[in-house]
């Protein structure tokens, strides 16, 4: 089946590459800050090729068009590019070419290599510098080349920015900006700049709404040893955060001058800027005119560790949107088979329970709700219309969260709904124990998640079985549900760094199945990294967990389980009814009782 | 108690520092080749502070003198540094300096800091360059500013060479000459500069007599795309050698001349060199002259995959070397308390075991006998005369192993010889889980020992217990028992490298627990690696045990194993009752069926 729009508006693009003599074209999934979600302005790769997908490159030349994407999303690739004469390019599988790979082999001396250098990172720019115009090979980057193409674009968002009251923040941004400064000094740097939105937004202790589902406002930093310059579109200032960026020493300029700003800017020291965040162009601009030290932000640490304040805050609203999720839990198995229910309708409800709770303020993401064989798809996106009905047999994985005035939410649970097969039941209890394992973790501290990863793997991996992504990520604070630099990940990248789990650094830990065809699997839960014990071989670390919702035990294959891995669900399962079954219905609560009992 | 003669010797340093004008001297423990295991020759740290561990840093000045040594030797450092005057500095400890930090702290502009640039490392030496002569400190390197102190100094070994039959290799030197040029050229350079012993020997196929314990000739390599300069000292090319050498294109040069040669060669091209292995001299001589390419030498991967010849010599050396080691348990258990035995007789008796089977040549290293609390310091060596008295009662710690024409081995274990505690129970019983549960680890190719080590060590950390070293190593073939890149590690150094687990690798499994003043628990086998199933998820990797040595049934506490810990031994004990049974007497065979009877 063709997909006629998509096939005329690359016609429509290779016209236009013929006519500015580029031979290809290059669009990531990006915005101008390298954030993960991207506002609809800048939905340039789905405009052109139709994947929806998180994340995903397209490069277009005369002959081919190809779209590279990671393991979460080929089955839901392979899907929407139907029809488009788009080839799947499926990265991290063996003898597929990385794009600056499939570029340098498919490239010319003298062929024009184009890409809106605002929305490409740094080493994604250099790598093609080194490997392209050693060949003879010229890179266009100063702007969109396609820009103009897409007529009924969405306008750039700039809406208005909310302070946050210290109450909600426990440091201020005075005492952020001074740590920032003394990091500064201590690297022998003049300055900082910043381009990610979570860092500035942590930095100011404000947030935006210019993202869906991430709480932050398009902007730039550039931080001095006495000054910051805070680059945001003026219609997102209120008079309030004038005020406060004022009483600061915060200086405003306006979102669109960051450019001609950095060209003018007169330097005196190194600039700290972490490459992986700023923009191919940001790099480029700043580099020919001063020293650029390519380090993380002092901010994305400071950041991941949660301070006790919003800890605090963090277990009060865990506890709420843990309820809220048991509640749903309940009324799905309830309803199902009883009312006309679909993997949207299921959605929905548990929105609207979220929306319902005091201090919501938006979802931390779109709510995954996959039933069946669409639950094999890990980022699968529930569409009215065409999405699937529900009915009182095998499982609906629902990955879910909520942005509160108090902490972002991340959790999933994967639902029997009716009769589920044997080889379900035991690939969920092999999750179940996976999850459970590594959060009973007793580790050193200096451990980093690639020494923690294949507790939570391990039962999988006995059975042959891999879930195609990390275990886990960090968790911002009304922020951003992906943050580094923690996380737990078991692959290797020579030279690439690792946070050491410190206290107070929250992640997720989300073992999961998935069984193209046939069914998906992930529970998750978020847990926050504390001291252990401290004895003379060192200080031990444990996680603390936040989130308090059954695991089904309609899928759980006792035979199949460890003893230990019984204990473990047994006493979590004690836990989740002594901490929620208090805010629940007599009914809900009578039901908890029974799916929370000992196996 | 004042140690006299190592004072002396300090003070006769202290003058000669002083008529040099030297503020600090600086001795590592290495050779020239930054061997693990130095001759005689290379003992100057020994002589001078008295301390006898394989690893060690002494820093002398007018007012203070440090010993920086790792965790495996604290306790025994401690002892051995009792009355000498020298401060102990236990790395990686909290708060304790690296020893960079400490001279940085101490030194002031124009001071002089002296070492033997052919004994330090560059990685250490460049440090000391940053950190120092930014400070205007300046360093001297060029000779040993202590030689001629130490009036008795054995002389620089040169043993005669010994060509392995390709029988032994599996694969010609030629062939290992052509795929080391390949990857020269691969990776732009002209130039191999090796120094590694270990890598010479294999490949050259050839095995040297130079250091205790490591079949090895002391020699340097400079390795074109045409011919192969190779230094060794006269006496110790052999006629068959020298022809074997001709004939491959390889120039012999005298050992000494290898600096003289690099100062007066013509380069036309970059040199490739592990600034790991050569030492901060070579490293200087070279790259004031040429561009080094620093990385590891292609060497150190290739001889660390195991080709099928190798492994199969090593299946059966193994076999015969577990054999030894049973029996020598059997013999200990039978004569504890009916004959005099000490910890050094007892090792005596194991070495003339090992001394009396087939294609035996040499240990691989000294054998580790540690009775009781002396187990507790890991790297122990007992003396005849000081060492302790064998009684029935408490364990004995055995890590020995041999070189033999067919591969070198490596064991532990650790041995009841009558009544132990309910706590050295558990111990043991955790010890024995977490090595055959790494054992049994099943993980995708990809993954390094980091991801791993945790298996090994979950049952420890669990109790709050750690063992400070890594897991497991490398071993050579016919060569040095610790070998890389390979290895089971937990911590994490920013920038350093990781070897994936490649299949035909082996890698040491030994987990312990040492509670200093008690006792001390290791239980050690070899394991290669190799391929799993292979699917849609990826290649699984699994381990092949090598070692059959049955694990003390006496230590060990069911109560305190899980199941899955039970089946495991049980299923190891029957396989070494059916490997080695067969090459038992009638007496030992009886013997091994009860100590090897299931849970």
Redesign the interface.
């Known amino acids: 089946m063709k997909n006629q729009r998509i096939q005329e508006r690359i016609e429509k693009l290779r016209r236009k590459m013929e006519a500015e003599n580029i031979r290809f074209y290059i669009v990531p999934t990006a915005d101008y800050h390298n954030s993960e979600y991207v506002d609809d302005y800048f939905k340039v790769r789905e405009f052109f090729s139709g994947f929806t997908g998180s994340n995903g490159t397209l490069v277009v030349s005369a002959e081919e068009a190809g779209l590279w994407t990671d393991g979460r999303y080929f089955i839901q690739a392979e899907k929407e590019l139907e029809g488009t004469g788009i080839t799947l390019f499926r990265m991290q599988e063996e003898g597929v070419p990385e794009i600056w790979q499939y570029l340098e082999e498919k490239t010319q001396e003298s062929d024009l290599v184009a890409f809106d250098g605002r929305v490409v990172d740094t080493a994604f720019g250099k790598k093609l510098e080194k490997k392209l115009e050693a060949k003879g090979v010229k890179l266009y980057y100063e702007d969109d080349p396609a820009a103009g193409l897409w007529t009924d674009r969405p306008g750039l968002p700039a809406h208005p920015v909310t302070v946050l009251p210290d109450a909600l923040c426990g440091v201020t941004t005075e005492e952020k900006l001074a740590a920032v400064r003394e990091k500064m000094c201590r690297e022998g740097c003049s300055y900082l700049l910043l381009s990610k939105l979570d860092d500035l937004m942590w930095l100011l202790n404000i947030r935006g709404s210019d993202v869906e589902c991430n709480p932050v406002a398009l902007s730039y930093g550039l931080i001095t040893m006495d000054e910051m310059f805070y680059f945001i579109g003026g219609r997102a200032v209120t008079p309030q955060f004038r005020t406060y960026a004022q009483d600061r020493g915060i200086i405003l300029k306006e979102y669109a001058d960051i450019i001609p700003f950095l060209k003018t800017f007169s330097y005196e020291g190194r600039v700290l800027a972490d490459e992986k965040n700023i923009s191919y162009l940001l790099y480029k601009t700043v580099s020919e005119r001063a020293e650029i030290l390519n380090q993380s932000s002092p901010t994305e640490w400071m950041k991941a560790v949660k301070n006790p304040v919003e800890l605090d805050r963090m277990r009060e609203i865990y506890l709420k949107d843990s309820v809220v999720v048991t509640k749903f839990i309940y009324w799905l198995k309830q309803n199902v088979g009883r009312m006309e229910l679909t993997e949207v309708s299921a959605a929905d409800y548990l929105d609207g329970l979220r929306a319902q709770t005091e201090g919501f303020l938006d979802l931390s993401f779109p709510t995954i709700s996959a039933y069946k064989e669409n639950a094999a798809m890990m980022h699968y996106e529930a569409m009215e219309g065409s999405c699937k009905k529900l009915a009182p047999e095998g499982m609906l994985l629902v990955d879910s969260g909520g942005q509160y005035l108090g902490g972002t939410t991340d959790v999933t649970r994967t639902i029997v709904l009716g009769a589920v097969s044997q080889e379900i039941k035991k690939h969920y209890s092999a999750v179940a124990a996976g999850m459970l394992q590594l959060s009973q973790?007793?580790?050193?501290y200096?451990?980093?998640g690639?020494?923690?990863?294949?507790?939570a793997r391990?039962p999988l991996?006995?059975m042959?079985?891999?879930y195609?992504c990390g275990t886990g990520h960090g968790v911002g604070y009304i922020l951003n549900v992906h943050e580094g630099p923690q996380g737990i990940r078991?692959?290797?990248a020579?030279?690439s760094?690792?946070a050491?789990l410190e206290a107070g650094m929250d992640v997720t830990n989300e073992p999961g199945v998935y069984i193209e065809g046939s069914h998906g699997i992930r529970i998750e839960n978020v847990m926050v990294v504390r001291n252990?014990?401290k004895?003379g071989?060192?200080q031990?670390m444990e996680f603390e967990t936040l989130t308090f919702v059954p695991i089904d035990r309609e899928a759980l294959d006792k035979d199949s389980l460890?003893?230990?891995d019984i204990e473990r669900i047994n006493a979590y399962h004690k836990q989740v009814y002594d901490k929620i079954s208090a805010f629940l219905t007599e009914e809900e609560r009578t039901w908890l009782g029974e799916a929370t009992a000992a196996l």
Chains 1, 2 share one sequence.
Request: proline share 3%.
């Open positions: 973790a007793k580790f050193l200096g451990c980093t690639r020494n923690l990863d294949i507790l391990k991996w006995d042959g079985i891999d195609k078991w692959r290797f020579p030279g760094s690792e050491v252990g014990v004895n071989d060192g031990f460890r003893t230990e």
